[in-house]
């Protein structure tokens, strides 16, 4: 599929890094380093503006390895890019760790990954088909 892209950041534009990859990696496009103490949260912009088709959504999502090493998330993973929306796409982090974590001009600091999406039409109705779960709520499929 195609995407139309600007790019103003001052690094290359994001990119499947294996051919089976389905995020590509978006970067910090700053000019001065942040430092992200514990439990604070800031918006890092990336310098990246998308026109997606309508049906498609764009969400951005944590990277592992910074998740895992040094406990940088997504906040509101995924965070949801609409096709409406021109914006310059910006990556809200939060530290979830007990230590300072600085953020460098093109680090990679989150994923993108583009998904296909239906809007529903709702169908107001009196009653719902019966099921096997019925209205069982969290963990009432069992704890194994």
Do not use: C
């Not at 942040?34 to 604070?40: A, D, M, Q, T, V």
């Not at 406990?71 to 929306?85: C, E, H, M, R, W």
């Not at 109705?125 to 963990?139: D, K, M, Y």
């Amino acid at each position: 599929m195609n995407v139309k892209v600007i790019n103003r950041s001052k690094h290359a534009l994001p990119h499947y890094s294996t051919i089976a990859s389905a995020g590509m990696d978006l970067r910090a496009n700053i000019d001065v380093s942040i430092s992200l103490k514990p439990l604070e949260r800031t918006i890092v912009k990336t310098g990246i503006f998308i026109e997606l088709p309508v049906g498609f959504e764009a969400q951005v999502r944590p990277r592992s390895g910074l998740a895992f090493k040094n406990g940088i998330t997504v906040l509101n993973s995924p965070g949801t890019i609409d096709a409406d929306y021109r914006g310059e796409v910006g990556v809200i982090l939060v530290n979830l760790s007990a230590e300072e974590f600085i953020i460098e001009d093109g680090e990679r600091i989150a994923q993108m990954v583009i998904a296909k999406h239906e809007q529903a039409q709702w169908i107001e109705v009196e009653t719902l088909e019966n099921s096997e779960r019925g209205a069982g709520g969290f963990g009432s499929t069992g704890v194994k």
